[in-house]
């Protein structure tokens, strides 16, 4: 593997763990507040768990618009061939 080949790998994976990571901030923030309670609590959870699943298989199709700037660098072509097989899913 080349250094440019490793530097765009890099790329990718930045993009996609600063998605990922708006997304945990997210559920992060509705944890949070005076009216929680455990249902409320459990539901959200939830739900992020079953968002989690539905991002893993949209990665392993190469659908990348829930994740803004993993789907930029993909638009501008800068997202790597060895990313575009689904390696960032794996």
């Keep these: 593997m080349e ?20 997304k945990f901030n997210e ?4 944890l ?3 009216q929680l309670n455990l249902i409320k609590t459990k539901m959200a959870v939830t ?9 893993g298989q949209n990665l392993g199709r190469g659908e990348y618009r829930r994740f803004p700037n993993l789907n930029d660098l993909k638009e501008n072509g800068g ?5 575009s097989e689904n390696s960032i899913a794996a």
Excluded: H, T
């Excluded at 250094?3 to 708006?22: G, H, N, P, Q, T």
């Excluded at 559920?27 to 509705?30: A, R």
């Excluded at 739900?47 to 991002?55: D, N, P, S, V, Y």
């Design 3 to 22: 250094l440019r080949d490793s530097v765009e790998k890099s790329r990718a994976d930045i993009a996609y763990m600063s998605d990922l990571y708006f």
């Design 27 to 30: 559920i992060n923030l509705q």
């Design 79 to 83: 997202l790597p061939e060895v990313c």
């Design 47 to 55: 739900a992020f768990i079953g968002k989690l699943a539905i991002f």
């Design 32 to 34: 949070q507040g005076d």
